[in-house]
């Protein structure tokens, strides 16, 4: 069965304290996402990756991390420079990166992290 | 800026009707055209996508699209309470890295 997992579900962050979320896909795509959504907002772009070893950054990186050591797994770190972390994080894969290629950059999301400052 | 402008609503129509939702995008280089359905606290799911223009049907959904005047609509026939939600229009830019999304229209289906 083929999709996007993020772990955990829910977290809850301490001041000054970073925090990772983790993505996996197993649908071999190669681009993969990081959003970040907050309430009545639109998606907002934190950092995305088009292949292992390889990543950008998106609109709003400030406060952010990310690896690509594998071509599944995506993972996030909130740190403690990011002053507004309370959000709803979205990771979300594609075959190919967007606006390369029609039928190959459809966009799948996974579960979501939802993300809340104590 | 590159933009792509939705009614927030809520629209609300009756069990059985035709939803009609739009989406208006500023980027004559969008190249593929996406709408996706988000129930509150859920992650956004994959309705439909479109690359060229005129119509695309896939059961109860039909998606819209007309380059030359920037819209991409999304008509929801037949319209079910489980169809309330939030949809999201989202267009990919050809040359870029990006997928720009609209901030949604809220649907509310009256039973």
């Known amino acids: 069965d083929g999709g996007i997992t993020q772990s955990p579900k829910y977290l809850f962050r301490k001041e000054g304290q970073n925090v990772t979320l983790s993505c996996e896909q197993n649908?071999?795509?190669?681009?993969m996402y990081w959003y970040r959504q907050d309430p009545g907002q639109g998606l907002r772009l934190i950092y995305y990756?088009?292949?292992?070893?390889?990543?950008q950054k998106g609109d709003i990186a400030e406060g952010y991390s990310v690896s690509r050591e594998k071509k599944e797994s995506f993972p996030l770190t909130v740190t403690s420079a990011q002053k507004n972390p309370t959000a709803f994080y979205l990771c979300?894969?594609?075959?190919?990166?967007?606006?390369?290629?029609?039928?190959?950059?459809?966009?799948?999301f996974g579960p979501g992290t939802r993300l809340t400052v104590l | 800026q590159k933009e792509v402008e939705q009614n927030s609503g809520p629209l609300s129509v009756p069990e059985g009707a035709i939803a009609s939702l739009n989406c208006t995008y500023s980027?004559?280089?969008?190249?593929?055209f996406f709408w996706y359905r988000q129930y509150s606290g859920k992650s956004p799911e994959l309705i439909m996508s479109?690359?060229?223009?005129g119509d695309k049907e896939d059961g109860r959904f039909t998606a819209q699209l007309n380059k030359a005047s920037q819209y991409v609509s999304l008509l929801i026939r037949d319209s079910q309470p489980s169809d309330s939600a939030t949809y999201l229009c989202?267009?990919?830019?050809?040359?870029?890295?990006?997928?720009?999304f609209g901030t949604g229209t809220r649907l509310k289906v009256l039973a």
């Open positions: 980027d004559r280089g969008s190249q593929s």
């Open positions: 989202a267009v990919s830019i050809s040359g870029t890295y990006k997928y720009i």
């Open positions: 479109i690359y060229s223009n």
């Open positions: 979300a894969s594609s075959k190919g990166l967007a606006g390369r290629s029609v039928n190959t950059d459809t966009q799948y």
């Open positions: 990756s088009q292949i292992v070893n390889d990543f």
């Open positions: 649908l071999n795509h190669d681009a």
